[in-house]
């Protein structure tokens, strides 16, 4: 299986970026400036739930 990491159109060239990926039954995300450190995997329902907090300012430090 080959998985398509993209990133934001939004983002800048300082590589400060988060990279995401579909993947089966779930979203990938990972350091762009580390790509090879591995990524994190979340349930599509959990994804949702981290970009609505995001966008209220409601996550923890």
């Given amino acids: 299986m080959s998985i398509h990491w993209r990133k934001s159109t939004r983002s800048e060239d300082h590589g ?21 450190a591995g990524h994190l995997t979340l349930t599509p329902h959990a994804f949702a739930d981290l970009v609505t907090r995001a966008k209220l300012g409601r996550l923890p430090p």
């Fill in 16 to 36: 400060n970026c988060v990279e995401l990926a579909a993947l089966p039954q779930a979203v990938g995300i990972r350091d762009s400036k580390a790509p090879g």
